[in-house]
């Protein structure tokens, strides 16, 4: 086994599962500030796994969000991976580089991506990739389904909540009749989309306080093509682990096509979320910047203060247009 770019054998559904068949004792990895389709998706894989005879722990670089807490499994993630333990396999979920997966000293076994990032960087011994599915969950279930595994409702309710917000509740592009499916077949089995909407939709004072400091920061270029909105040292303190919902900000503005929210992580870094209306290519341009993502959702960084970083981001942007 070795973790290093492009020297992944990318392998197809059935040979995915022959894997984790192969395998007994895993060791699940996810992504920094983990989003809804990586906590639901690890925490999916992490119960089938148990169903079917074999053990896992689940770890991620950051603790899981509150709001993705509805998961009840998400109680048993990690964020170091546990000493003195034996593992035979490990699997990274909606990972698509190595660098995003944490500074863990990961055992030396066989290794498998089950990722949706057309950026994949092909780290693994082993790729499942499918970038044309709107989520690595949908993946997932597909794979499950297949098998004809059954899924508790915890399952179930993790990859729909997985699924739905990578889709954007099935509002974005990404959304196919397969992801619908997959959605509806989830529910059939017993994911409650009601309890989830309403744990999703739930909003603390301190997000509503969030909300108000980075909706009056927007401001806009290129004829309002290019939407940007800050969130400070003060909002990210109030409500920073969620901090990508906020890109919904600028985004919803008319006459957006690159929403940009930045994002502060110290005096002289800028993370910046990045989401697309139509047609801007924002995998490419966050990795001019050192980032990556998906065509219409992505992310970088520039190691700069938001004023500096800004007049860099736009001349980029521009480009995409």
């Known amino acids: 086994m070795s973790l290093g770019k492009d020297h992944a054998v990318e392998i197809d559904k059935q040979q995915a599962m022959d894997f984790l068949k192969s395998h007994n004792r895993f ?17 999916a894989l992490h119960n089938v796994l148990l169903s079917m ?53 990961f055992p030396d076994v066989d290794s498998l991506c089950i990722d949706h990032h057309r950026s994949n960087e ?27 595994i059954q899924m508790d409702k915890d399952t179930c309710n993790a990859l729909y909540m997985a699924i739905g917000t990578d889709s954007g509740f099935f509002k974005f592009s990404c959304t196919s009749p ?67 919902y906020y890109a919904t900000i600028p985004r919803c ?11 502060y992580r110290g005096e002289k870094e800028t993370r910046i979320s990045l989401r697309a209306k139509e047609y801007a290519n924002l995998g490419k341009l966050a990795e001019e910047f050192g980032g990556g993502g998906h065509w219409k959702a992505s992310g970088c960084s520039i190691h700069e203060t938001f004023a500096d970083a800004e007049p860099v981001f736009v001349k980029a942007a521009e480009k995409y247009l």
């Open 178 to 244: 397969h992801t619908l499916l997959m959605a509806s077949k989830l529910v059939e089995m017993g994911a409650d989309p009601s309890y989830i909407s309403n744990r999703l939709e739930e909003k603390t004072e301190e997000a509503m306080k969030c909300y108000k400091i980075v909706a009056g920061t927007v401001h806009s270029y290129a004829n309002g093509k290019i939407v940007i909105a800050y969130m400070d040292k003060e909002a990210m303190d109030l409500d920073g682990e969620n901090s990508d």
């Open 122 to 148: 092909r780290y693994t011994d082993y790729l499942y990739l499918r970038y044309h599915y709107a989520a690595t969950a949908e993946m997932l279930a597909e794979m499950f389904f297949d098998e004809g």
């Open 53 to 105: 005879g074999k053990e896992a722990d689940m770890v991620l670089p950051d603790p899981v969000p509150r709001v993705y807490t509805l998961v009840e499994t998400s109680a048993q993630v990690m964020t170091s991976i546990p000493e003195g333990k034996d593992y035979d396999a490990i699997v990274f979920t909606d990972l698509s580089n190595l660098e995003r997966g944490g500074n863990f000293d």
């Open 27 to 43: 060791l699940l990895v996810g992504h920094e500030h983990p989003d809804g389709d990586d906590v639901g998706s690890i925490c």
């Open 253 to 263: 503005i008319k006459g957006c096509e690159i929403a940009a929210l930045f994002k």
